[in-house]
């Protein structure tokens, strides 16, 4: 993130500076001495965090010394638009700051402060690309400066531009190597291009400095990049240590849960759930947990908590799927979850998809009359969305299978086998339907793929682990995390 505030503090000096040196007119007489004591009382103002009164007392005094053309000659007025601009950005209003920034870079186009003041305005405005070009403004002014290399490397970051930012970053860290914020960042950038080793020095520095629980949890992400798992753990620990923030908590479990040491992450996701009860990714993440350790009744306890404080994410209810069907409990809250999924996500054909099941697994637990027209229609209207999801061709055929519609079954298991072949049970079923059917040669060939498949040992474990890595790195990058 762009270090605002140093920002500010180039700025405040530049202020500072317009004051207390302001050079002479072409003949050599101060010019409106006014607008300089006006200016040096706001300065006081603004200084001891009065901005509105700075402001009022600024806009009062500009219009009588715009009057003159001279006026352009005098330092004065470059620092009196400054200074507003300033005001007007202390108290979070960059759209009226903004036009006196501009006009003080105008004024004074050598300023880098001028520049940078400017920059930073656009910045928080949204407009990210002008900001970049003020900066580079600003480094062209002053190329050995710590704040202009470190202002344009964070743009840079911002606009996905790593290879660009990380000379600019290691140049401010050259200059000032000390300074932790472009130390991080440098370190981060390095991360997301791949230059571990160097990224390692840099942080082991910063450590020497400030131990800091963000900075051994970037040293863990770098360890993981390297495949360095224990070490990435044990810096996740210290990390959560240090600092038990959601996101610390959230990554030591994490990797724990990766690398299928349950016991250690089910604990750190309960410590995690009892310090932020209202964290959606912190309650599945726990939830995935107990379901991975065979947990499963917990399992669905923690899911429908995280589905209930996020209800659109779609992997809580991947696992609250997996979790119920393997031990069906809390039947009416869970079907209750999946058909507010559906409702919430019309177009979503996994929405649909596990709305069906949970009607027609849900039904069968509780020993009651399940509806399968409509679990048809759900199942029908989850391919009718996403004709790849395999799941739902898959269960269609069973349900065409079980009540001996075979014909409609076979064209099912066919589109399952056409996406995955590998998928054992899908050759299973289909063999039995051949039999069925009587085309017992069709069958024969089926149960010898089966059979082979599961010689291989192509087992759901595989695919479960492709899933948690899923939950975890959207996790993270969602969050900010590299």
């Known amino acids: 993130m762009l270090a605002v505030g140093c920002v500010l503090w180039s700025a405040i000096t530049s202020a500072q500076r317009s004051v207390t040196q302001q050079p002479k007119t072409r003949s050599g007489s101060e010019s409106y001495p006014q607008l300089s004591a006006v200016v040096q009382s706001a300065q006081t103002d603004y200084l001891a965090g009065r901005p509105s009164q700075a402001a009022a007392m600024l806009e009062a005094a500009l219009p009588h010394a715009t009057n003159s053309e001279a006026a352009i000659l005098d330092s004065r007025l470059f620092s009196a638009e400054e200074l507003l601009g300033l005001c007007y950005a202390a108290m979070s209003q960059d759209e009226r700051a903004l036009p006196y920034f501009e006009t003080a870079a105008r004024l004074n186009p050598q300023s880098e402060e001028a520049h940078t003041n400017l920059a930073a305005s656009l910045l928080r405005l949204g407009r990210v690309a002008e900001a970049g070009d003020e900066f580079r403004r600003a480094l062209t002014l002053a190329p050995e400066d710590y704040t202009a290399n470190h202002n344009l490397g964070e743009v840079l970051i911002q606009t996905g531009k790593l290879a660009e930012a990380v000379p600019l970053l290691e140049r401010a860290q050259q200059i000032k190597p000390d300074a932790y914020d472009n130390g991080y960042d440098l370190a981060t950038a390095e991360l997301m291009t791949g230059k571990y080793a160097p990224a390692h020095q840099v942080i082991h520095s910063l450590l020497q400095q400030k131990n800091t629980g963000e900075l051994h949890d970037l040293d863990a992400q770098i360890d ?172 269609l055929g069973n349900l065409y299978a079980d009540r001996h519609d075979y014909q409609k079954s076979v064209p099912q298991y066919l589109r399952v086998i056409a996406l995955d072949p590998k998928l054992a049970d899908a050759h299973y079923r289909l063999g039995s339907v051949y039999n069925h059917i009587g085309e017992k040669d069709k069958a024969q060939a089926e149960y010898a793929v089966y059979q082979k498949l599961r010689a291989e040992h192509l087992s759901a474990s595989d695919k479960e682990g492709d899933e948690l890595k899923q939950f975890v790195y959207t996790s993270k990058s969602a969050n900010g995390t590299p």
Request: net charge negative.
């Open 224 to 395: 993981e990049k390297e495949g360095k798992y224990v070490d990435a753990a044990n810096e996740f620990e210290m990390a959560s240590h240090l600092d038990p923030s959601e996101n610390n908590l959230f990554d030591w479990g994490s990797e724990l849960l990766l690398h299928r040491t349950y016991d250690p992450a089910i604990e750190v996701f309960r410590a995690a759930a009892k310090r932020y009860p209202r964290s959606p990714r912190i309650m599945i993440g726990l939830g995935i947990s107990l379901y991975a350790r065979g947990l499963y009744d917990e399992a669905v306890t923690a899911l429908l908590a995280g589905a209930d404080l996020d209800p659109k994410e779609p992997r809580c209810y991947l696992f609250l799927s997996k979790a119920y069907y393997s031990q069906q409990s809390h039947t009416q809250q869970v079907v209750e979850r999946f058909q507010r999924y559906a409702e919430q996500e019309p177009t979503n054909a996994k929405a649909q998809y596990y709305y069906a099941m949970s009607l027609w697994k849900g039904g069968q637990i509780a020993g009651e009359s399940v509806d399968m027209q409509e679990v048809e229609a759900l199942l029908q209207r989850s391919i009718s969305l996403d004709d790849k999801l395999s799941d739902a061709h898959f269960q």
